[in-house]
Nanobody
């Protein structure tokens, strides 16, 4: 069993900052790719930022220069630092992890329950 829990969402004024965290626990051997997605009402879910186990993160153009993704492999945790937030960043944010679980040679895709980010103008 694996649990994925996000935290850090909330209500913030435009120009403000939030830091999202996503922690995985359970029968984990290691975590491959990690990513943050978001979905606004009436819109499709989109990839905001992602990172492989090694290498540099990638970002959707709309958040480049404002958001920073980082990971702590020892803690099975991924973070999303969001600065200079805009009303268009308002969405439910979801963590997505590709996890090697015990006794499996391939990764399994896990999603968190989501954390709401609301940016007021």
């Amino acid at each position: 069993q694996v649990q994925v829990v996000e935290s850090g969402g909330g209500l913030v004024q435009a120009g403000g900052s939030l830091r999202l965290s996503c922690v995985a626990s359970g029968s984990i051997v290691s975590i491959d790719a990690m990513g943050w997605y978001r979905q606004a009402p009436g819109k499709q879910r989109e990839l905001v930022a992602g990172i492989a186990r090694t290498g540099r993160p990638i970002y959707v153009d709309s958040v480049k220069g404002r958001f920073t993704l980082s990971r702590d492999n020892a803690k099975n945790t991924v973070y999303l630092q969001m600065n200079n937030l805009k009303p268009e960043d308002t969405a439910m944010y979801y963590c997505n992890l590709d996890i090697y679980v015990k006794d499996s040679p391939v990764t399994t895709d896990y999603w968190g329950q989501g954390t709401q980010v609301t940016v007021s103008s």
